[in-house]
T-cell receptor, first 115, second 111 residues
Framework: KAGVTQTPRYLIKTRGQQVTLSCSPI?????VSWYQQTPGQGLQFLFE???????NKGNFPGRFSGRQFSNSRSEMNVSTLELGDSALYLC??????????????FGPGTRLTVL | KQEVTQIPAALSVPEGENLVLNCSFT??????LQWFRQDPGKGLTSLLL?????REQTSGRLNASLDKSSGRSTLYIAASQPGDSATYLC??????????FGTGTLLAVQP
């Protein structure tokens, strides 16, 4: 069974631009969660999608948004990029909603650098 | 508010040693706890998941225990190897319906 995949793996953008990241969950997994990881803040929860609906949201500004498609694939979008948005963005999938869905499996991440 | 702490922040041991990593959480009303490892610049690899009703889980050389009442989990690694070098993270799933991560323990196993 294929694992969680994320594209692209690396991105370089400039301030003010917007970016879209993609995540394909493990086949059969219906929940997709997104996290931001930085050296200073560690791993922080962005949001969780289940059945094409955002079910939970972390403490991030509205510039961070996402969506989920009928095949459970998910995208997240960051508009008006700031230098502080430079981070490793990780997505994770599980069978059901967190934490009921049990084990979460993570993708390799997208490294975003904002110049 | 759930807070998750991992001690020590960094650990260096010679190859072959048995070692224990610690994870503490402030709210004992958890649903489950998961241990991960992360190699530099990579995603997280799930190691073990312990449900709140369980006391421990084992996978190969890894054993994780959970004591909800004291708000603690430990990850025991037997006969450590250089390939075990990584950052180990614990994450708690509970009433907030999201995983709350600890700050991690950076492990270096010296050959």
């Amino acid at each position: 069974k294929a694992g969680v995949t994320q594209t692209p793996r690396y991105l370089i953008k400039t301030r003010g631009q917007q970016v879209t990241l993609s995540c394909s969950p493990i086949s059969g997994h219906r929940s997709v969660s997104w996290y931001q990881q930085t050296p200073g803040q560690g791993l922080q929860f962005l949001f969780e999608y289940f059945s094409e609906t955002q079910r939970n949201k972390g403490n991030f500004p509205g510039r961070f948004s996402g969506r989920q498609f009928s095949n459970s694939r998910s995208e997240m979008n960051v508009s008006t990029l700031e230098l502080g948005d430079s981070a490793l963005y990780l997505c994770a999938s599980s069978l059901d909603l967190v934490p009921l869905g049990g084990e979460q499996f993570f993708g390799p991440g997208t490294r975003l650098t904002v110049l | 508010k759930q807070e998750v702490t991992q001690i020590p922040a960094a650990l260096s041991v010679p190859e072959g040693e048995n070692l224990v990593l610690n994870c503490s959480f402030t709210d004992s009303a958890i649903y489950n706890l998961q241990w991960f490892r992360q190699d530099p610049g990579k995603g997280l690899t799930s190691l073990l998941l312990i449900q709140s009703s369980q006391r421990e889980q084992t996978s190969g050389r890894l054993n994780a225990s959970l004591d909800k009442s004291s708000g603690r989990s430990t990850l025991y690694i037997a006969a450590s190897q250089p390939g075990d070098s990584a950052t180990y993270l614990c994450a708690v799933g509970g009433a907030t319906n999201k995983l709350i991560f600890g700050t991690g323990t950076l492990l270096a196993v010296q050959p």
